[in-house]
């Protein structure tokens, strides 16, 4: 079963400094999941400067408790970096050329 995370970080002054202290352990995360094929894709949510200021991810987990459990252990839910996550069924468009 596949779903969409929508997640923004804080507003506060220390925001991107989380994100990036936690960015490298985040991205050894995703690698993981992404050869386990849970990961299908996603990428950072910027402003208008083009400053970070959330994340999309597109999952793929067998149910929404096997997300959860996995979300647990992501080290933007761990330090903080999300304050604000919405989590929906989706379904990823197989389009043929």
Same mark, same amino acid.
């Given at each position: 079963?596949? $779903? &969409? @995370?929508?997640?923004?970080?804080?507003? !506060?002054? *220390?925001?991107?400094?989380?994100? =990036?202290?936690?960015?490298?352990?985040?991205?050894?995360?995703?690698?993981?999941?992404?050869?386990?094929?849970? $990961? &299908? @894709?996603?990428?950072?949510?910027?402003? !208008?400067? *083009?400053?970070?200021?959330?994340? =999309?991810?597109?999952?793929?987990?067998?149910?929404?408790?096997?997300?959860?459990?996995?979300?647990?252990?992501?080290?933007?839910?761990?330090?903080?970096?999300?304050?604000?996550?919405?989590?929906?069924?989706?379904?990823?468009?197989?389009?043929?050329?």
């Amino acid at each position: 079963m596949q $779903f &969409l @995370l929508i997640a923004f970080d804080g507003t !506060d002054e *220390g925001a991107l400094e989380r994100r =990036m202290e936690a960015r490298p352990s985040h991205f050894e995360n995703v690698a993981t999941l992404k050869e386990r094929k849970e $990961f &299908l @894709l996603g990428g950072a949510i910027v402003d !208008d400067d *083009g400053k970070m200021i959330g994340s =999309m991810i597109v999952y793929e987990f067998p149910d929404r408790n096997a997300l959860d459990e996995c979300l647990k252990t992501e080290p933007y839910v761990v330090s903080g970096t999300w304050k604000k996550i919405e989590i929906r069924p989706f379904r990823l468009a197989k389009i043929e050329p």
